[in-house]
Nanobody
Framework: VQLQASGGGLVQAGGSLRLSCAISRFPLDYDGIGWFRQAPGKEREGVSR???????DYLDSVKGRFTISRDNTNNTVYLQMDSLKPEDTAVYYC????????????????????WGQGTQVTVSS
């Protein structure tokens, strides 16, 4: 399983970006795809997740601003980020969860087995 994240860049506060995560194939036992981010000196945190059935979860600080979606025809998951803030600056990663991942723990990196390489998002004030 290989993941390729793209779409990052430099944007002013209040602007928008759309991240894409292209996935080579889905494991038979997976349930969800997550987006994580990691800012310098901070731990990696879960931003959003979408399940096979389209059920979504969000970090509280991005609710109402970020939208996760998926296109099953081309194995791609998107993260639409609107009203961006400087505190959203981080490297963003997409990941496929592991077998028997626990949904209520979707925001924990340990629940994910396959990771992309990350894409930098920088929001200027």
């Amino acid at each position: 399983v290989q993941l390729q994240a793209s779409g990052g860049g430099l944007v002013q506060a209040g602007g928008s970006l759309r991240l894409s995560c292209a996935i080579s194939r889905f494991p038979l036992d997976y349930d969800g795809i997550g987006w994580f981010r990691q800012a310098p000196g901070k731990e990696r945190e879960g931003v959003s997740r979408i399940s096979k059935l389209g059920i979504t979860d969000y970090l509280d600080s991005v609710k109402g601003r970020f939208t996760i979606s998926r296109d099953n025809t081309n194995n791609t998951v998107y993260l639409q980020m609107d009203s961006l803030k400087p505190e959203d600056t981080a490297v963003y990663y997409c990941a496929v969860d592991r077998d028997k991942a626990v949904r209520r723990r979707w925001f924990e990196p340990s629940q994910y087995e396959y990771w992309g390489q990350g894409t930098q998002v920088t929001v200027s004030s």
